[in-house]
């Protein structure tokens, strides 16, 4: 074990802090894994002119806020600098340049108070988020971790034990329902104002691909959908999309959904879990949280459906990831620094 390297054990209050997008967010949670506050400073509204993240201005944004970030979330759990046991930063993966702010801030604050310190790859802060939402779940795990940037299906053995059974071969699931709502003129965060449209319509009025459907595989694909919504808006007229847009947007998203609730039971069969898990901004798709409910009941499963603020980028679910990760004594991690290519099970040690 590296110099400094310290076993995982109670970690008692942790300041946690995630930049790895366009979120500011900075948590405070406690021995027991209780989460006394949770600030999320969207850029979403900085963003919304270019129709999507840019990373300059992201990192800019986060350089601003991310003090103001720690104080909210160190004045809502009603504790002090003082106070911190320990502190927690993702490490990677995402925008260097904003990962860079969070973990530095982070490192500062563990340092300056001879704290220990716990870089947290981000794909493990979504399997935290579960943690999060249900302590007891049983393990073995089978958890769709769905985001943006991220499509991927995983096995926990443990909170430290995890493998990869499949991932996209090209779009993640977020990335197509970004791309989708844009093809279809929807606002930004595009995703969020595709599902809200698709409530409204007809899920069978259109028929899209589902990529890889019947093959012995747990990856997937989501370019063939979003370059057949591309093909199905060309061909019609102005006024035919004003008229079909709820459909259209109802039939785009039963496929992408579709796609990642088959792979997910496929996967729950195939390795015999107790229980399956989402996570990600995509987890916080209504159709989807319907589905996997709806498909775990029906298979005798248990089901962890984390609450909307779990799914999104968020640091309570950093902390939580920190509680079974292995922390840097001071000053040990000082020469740790933050990587925009982080894969499942990869640390920085």
Same mark, same amino acid.
């Given at each position: ?246 459909? *259209? &947007?109802?039939?785009?998203?039963? /496929?992408?959904?579709?796609? #990642?609730?088959? @792979?997910?039971?496929? %996967? +729950? !069969? ?5 229980? *399956? &898990?989402?996570?990600?901004?995509? /987890?916080?798709?209504?159709? #989807?949280?319907? @589905?996997?409910?709806? %498909? +775990? !009941? ?5 089901? *962890? ?45």
């Amino acid at each position: 074990m590296r110099q400094g390297l310290a076993a995982s054990e109670e970690l008692g209050l942790t300041l946690a802090l995630e930049t790895s997008c366009d979120d500011t967010c900075a948590a405070v949670i406690d021995g027991s894994g209780r989460i006394l506050s949770s600030i999320i400073h969207s850029q979403d509204v900085i963003h919304e002119k270019y129709g999507g993240v840019v990373p300059e201005v992201a990192s800019r944004a986060h350089a601003e806020r991310a003090t103001v970030v720690v104080r909210e979330a160190l004045a809502e759990a009603g504790v002090g600098m003082t106070d911190l046991e320990s502190v927690a930063a993702t490490v990677g993966p995402g925008l260097i340049g904003a990962l860079l702010v969070g973990f530095h801030t982070a490192k500062a604050i563990a340092w300056g108070r001879r704290l220990p310190f716990i870089p947290v790859n981000h794909l493990h802060g979504h399997l935290g988020a579960v943690w999060l939402a249900d302590e007891q779940v049983p393990l073995p795990l089978l958890v769709l971790i769905a985001s943006g940037g991220h499509t991927m299906l995983v096995r926990a053995d443990s909170r430290r034990q995890f493998s990869l059974l499949g991932q996209t071969l090209d779009d993640a699931a977020g990335e197509a329902f970004d791309k989708g709502a844009r093809l279809l003129g929807l606002g930004y965060p595009g995703g969020k104002e595709l599902d809200q449209l698709a409530e409204r319509g007809d899920p069978q009025a259109f028929t899209f691909p589902i990529a890889l459907r019947g093959q012995d595989t747990l990856d997937f694909s989501f370019s063939g959908v979003k370059t057949s919504l591309f093909y199905l808006l060309r061909d019609m007229t102005a006024e035919q999309r004003g008229e079909r847009a709820i459909d *259209v &947007a109802a039939s785009y998203r039963e /496929a992408v959904v579709e796609a #990642l609730v088959s @792979r997910l039971m496929q %996967a +729950a !069969e195939r390795e015999q879990v107790p229980a *399956v &898990a989402i996570g990600g901004g995509v /987890a916080a798709n209504s159709l #989807l949280r319907r @589905r996997v409910a709806a %498909a +775990a !009941e029906a298979s005798g499963l248990c089901a *962890v459906i984390p609450s909307f603020r779990l799914c999104t980028d968020n640091a309570a679910m950093i902390a939580s990831a920190a509680r079974y990760s292995p922390r840097l004594a001071f000053p040990h991690y000082l020469s740790v620094e933050a990587t925009s290519s982080l894969r499942l099970g990869q640390d920085v040690y």
